[in-house]
């Protein structure tokens, strides 16, 4: 890693911020958990009715649509036990989706159908938007949907008369109707999921991530370490004689002492770092791709950032120190628990050989 030379700032005031969204969470969402349950009943579903429908056109002598039939109900009895442990779940929802509305367009377009048939499309965006959420599902229900309005018309066409505009406008509209609701329910339960995942996975004194999002960062690094032998640093800091600070100050100040020390880390670390709050006046530090030797320089630094930066509070200059702990993956261990135990008892090792100080 590359020290990088941070501007030092004359004099630092403490703000209330509103926590801004960090790009620690800019990873996409872990896929929605009621997609597998949902897939494995519509597998279950078109196993089970693919033979019915298939028994009902083989008695209507349609012959090819019951092959059809018969074809998605055999691939969706096959899909369902790789459905239900699969990692790849969303590249196995489009291509049945895909299969699925492509049967549904040709026995629409069979002439032996009755009208009411096309109550099925109604189908199409509640399961594209459940399936495959608000952007992926929207391109397929307005796809599928549009099909199958250029079917509708094509065999009950304007000729047939005011009865059958009638109800091709109530197809038209109430479709139209479950793909606004759809869209706008989507939309609103990933804003919800997201908020929630952000709440979860940050402490809301300083906006930092917490124990849990250390957790999930760590894997995706020990799974680097594990494939490219990427290397990874763990730094634990402690902030010293942090309990005087709130003697003397008050416990609000001791909250916008941590607030300025989270906001230092942030200016002084790389985007691809990781600072997070484990405690008190604990902090973890995930340096990506950095070694010991470069951790001792960061950590220096991090040191100095902290003992040099001006922190003020209600007219009142708190002087403040830190000692760090530093472990690296590899050397030190691969489990997280084991490393911040090395984190810690390094830090320990720091605070006794008089604090402000690194330990590696
Ligand atoms: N204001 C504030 N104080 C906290 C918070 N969490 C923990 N503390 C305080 O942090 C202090 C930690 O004190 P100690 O563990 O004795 O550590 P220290 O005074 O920093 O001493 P050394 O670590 O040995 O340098 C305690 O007084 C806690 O009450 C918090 O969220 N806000």
């Known amino acids: 890693m590359k020290a990088k030379k941070t501007k030092s700032r004359p004099g630092y005031w403490l703000q209330d911020r509103p926590v801004s969204k960090l790009s620690v969470y800019d990873e996409s969402m872990p896929e929605a958990p009621y997609r597998r349950p949902i897939m494995q009943f519509l597998l279950t579903f078109t196993a089970v009715f693919g033979v019915l429908f298939a028994v009902l056109n083989y008695r209507q002598a349609d012959y090819g649509l019951m092959a059809i039939e018969i074809v998605m109900s055999v691939f969706a009895l096959g899909l369902l036990p790789i459905v239900s442990r699969t990692q790849r779940l969303q590249l196995w929802i489009v291509v049945f989706l895909l299969a699925f509305f492509a049967v549904m367009m040709y026995a629409l377009t069979t002439a032996k159908v009755v009208p009411t048939v096309f109550a099925w499309v109604l189908l199409i965006p509640i399961l594209s938007y459940l399936l495959l959420g608000r952007w992926l599902g929207a391109w397929f229900a307005g796809v599928f949907l549009s099909a199958s309005g250029v079917i509708f018309f094509s065999q009950y066409g304007f000729e047939q008369g005011y009865t059958e505009l009638r109800s091709v406008a109530n197809v038209v509209l109430v479709s139209i109707c479950i793909f606004g609701f759809s869209h706008v329910y989507e939309a609103s339960r990933e804003h919800a999921e997201s908020r929630l995942r952000m709440m979860a996975l940050t402490d809301p004194l300083t906006g930092l991530p917490n124990r849990a999002r250390l957790r999930e960062v760590f894997e995706a690094g020990l799974s680097r370490y594990e494939r490219h032998s990427t290397p990874m640093a763990l730094l634990m800091l402690d902030l010293d004689h942090f309990k005087d600070v709130n003697d003397r100050y008050g416990h609000d100040a001791g909250d916008a002492v941590l607030r300025f020390v989270a906001q230092v880390m942030r200016a002084r670390l790389r985007p691809s770092d990781m600072a997070c709050r484990i405690g008190g006046e604990e902090f973890c530090v995930v340096l990506v791709d950095t070694d010991r030797a470069q951790a001792i320089k960061a950590a220096e630094d991090l040191c100095r950032q902290v003992r040099m930066q001006r922190?003020?509070?209600?007219?009142?200059?708190?002087?403040?120190?830190?000692?760090?702990?530093?472990?690296?993956?590899?050397?030190?261990?691969?489990?997280?628990?084991?490393?911040?135990?090395?984190?810690?008892?390094?830090l320990y090792e720091a605070k006794t050989r008089g604090r402000d100080c690194v330990v590696a």
Not at 317 to 333: C, F, M, N, P, R
Not at 340 to 345: C, G, K, S
């Open 311 to 346: 922190c003020v509070h209600r007219g009142h200059e708190i002087s403040l120190s830190t000692s760090i702990g530093i472990a690296e993956i590899g050397v030190d261990g691969i489990d997280l628990d084991r490393l911040l135990r090395v984190a810690d008892t390094r």
